[in-house]
C-alpha cells in the first residue's frame, strides 16, 4: 500500500535506491530507513529536516517512517543498533531490550553472515496498526510489547516478537519473494532462524512447547477449513496472495512455512540446511553491492531456486516433497 501516500511502483520485486528527505518541528524526530546522512536546523530554527540514503536495492512496500518527540536510546554494546521511545518510557525500554545484541550475535554465528544493513532502528509507538512491523532497517513496535523488570508474564512473547522482527531482516527485507507464491518461504526462513535463537535463550523444552502450537494451530483450522498451497506455481491452484486470503488464513500460512522449513531440516540435515541459508545471503550480498540492476533479482527468494539451491549442497532432491508439501493443500 506505498502507492496510497507516495508515486511509486508498488511492488516486492522493483528495487531501487532512494533518499529521503522529513521536514519536520524543531522540538520531534523523524526516524526512518537507511542510513540518516544529514540533520539540518532551518534559520528561523523552527523546523528540521532529516536527510536519510538507502543504499541497498528496496521496494517501496518496505519503506516507511515515524515522527514524533522520541527518547533516544543507542544499544551500549552494538552502536549500530537504535532504540525510540514516547517520553517517560526509557526505562522500562531499557529493560525491554536489554537482550537484542544477542539476537545479532546468534544470528551472524549462525548464518555466517553479519547483518545486511549498516544500522537497525528499533521505533516503539503507541496505537500502532499491529504490534510489530517490519521495514528496511526499521521496525516499528508498539509500546504494549515494553514492561519492567517487575513483570515476567511478558519476556517471552516480546523476545520472540523482537527476535521474529530481526530475522525479517534477513529474509523478508533483504531478500525478498519473488512472486507471493514465493511468499511461504522468506516468512518460513525468518520464523525458522528466529526459533532458533528461542531454543537458546529459553531452552529445548520451551522450543518445543512452541513448535508443538504452530503444529497445533495448523492442523486445528485444516480440520475444518481449506487452505491455499504456500505455493501454487506446479498446480492451477491458486497460491497465498494477501487480497485472497483472510488474516487468520495468512497467520496459519505464516506457522505452516515454519513447520515445512523444519520438515526440510530434518530431510537434508541442520548443517546443510544452514549452509543453504549461508549461499543464499552470499548471492544477495553481492547483488545488492553490484552497480548492475540487472543482478539485484539475486536478491529475490523463489521456490524453483531455493530447491534447486537443497540439491546442490545436499544432493537430494526435493521435488517430491515440494508437490505434497509446498504446491499442494493440507
Known amino acids: 500500500s506505498a502507492r496510497l501516500w507516495f508515486p511509486c511502483v508498488d511492488s516486492y520485486t522493483e528495487v531501487c ?20 546522512t544529514e540533520q539540518i536546523l532551518s534559520v528561523d530554527g523552527k523546523r528540521n529536516t532529516f536527510h536519510y540514503h538507502i543504499s541497498i536495492p ?40 536489554q537482550f537484542v545484541h544477542e539476537v545479532f550475535e ?57 527476535a521474529q522482527a530481526i530475522a525479517r531482516q534477513y529474509f523478508g527485507c533483504y531478500m525478498l519473494h519473488q512472486s507471493w507464491s514465493d511468499w511461504w518461504l522468506s516468512e518460513g526462513l525468518s520464523l525458522f532462524i528466529s526459533g532458533l535463537f528461542i531454543r537458546r535463550m529459553f531452552g529445548s523444552t520451551e522450543y518445543q512447547f512452541y513448535i508443538m502450537e504452530e503444529h497445533n494451530k495448523v492442523c486445528q483450522y485444516e480440520m475444518n477449513n481449506i487452505l491455499p498451497p504456500l505455493c501454487g506455481h506446479s498446480t492451477n ?3 497465498f496472495h494477501p487480497q485472497l486470503c483472510s488474516e487468520k488464513q495468512t497467520h496459519i500460512l505464516s506457522s505452516k512455512s515454519h513447520l515445512v522449513l523444519r520438515m526440510i531440516q530434518l530431510k537434508i540435515g541442520h548443517e546443510l540446511l544452514i549452509q543453504v541459508f549461508n549461499k543464499l545471503l552470499t548471492l544477495a550480498s553481492v547483488a545488492a553491492s553490484s552497480s548492475e540492476s540487472i543482478k539485484w533479482s539475486n536478491m529475490l527468494l523463489s521456490t524453483d531456486g531455493f530447491l534447486k539451491l537443497i540439491l546442490t549442497v545436499s544432493g537430494k532432491d526435493m521435488t517430491h516433497f515440494a508437490d505434497q508439501w509446498i504446491s499442494r493443500n493440507g
Open 237 to 239: 491452484t491458486k497460491g
Open 17 to 36: 535506491h532512494w533518499s529521503l528527505s522529513f521536514t519536520v518541528p524543531h522540538n520531534m524526530k523523524a526516524i526512518s530507513c537507511g542510513d540518516l
Open 106 to 162: 546468534y544470528y551472524e554465528e549462525l548464518l555466517s553472515s553479519g547483518f545486511p544493513h549498516s544500522s537497525y532502528k528499533l521505533v516503539f509507538v503507541d496505537n500502532s496498526y499491529q504490534s510489530v512491523m517490519n521495514y528496511s532497517s526499521l521496525g516499528i513496535f508498539s509500546t504494549e510489547l515494553l514492561h519492567s523488570h517487575r513483570i515476567i508474564d511478558d519476556v517471552q512473547m516480546t523476545r520472540r516478537l523482537i
Open 58 to 97: 528496496t521496494p517501496a512496500p518496505l519503506i516507511a517512517f515515524a515522527i514524533g518527540c522520541f527518547e533516544v536510546y543507542p544499544d551500549p554494546i552494538i552502536p549500530e543498533v537504535t532504540y525510540f521511545c514516547l517520553p517517560g518510557l526509557s526505562s522500562i525500554l531499557k529493560n525491554t531490550v
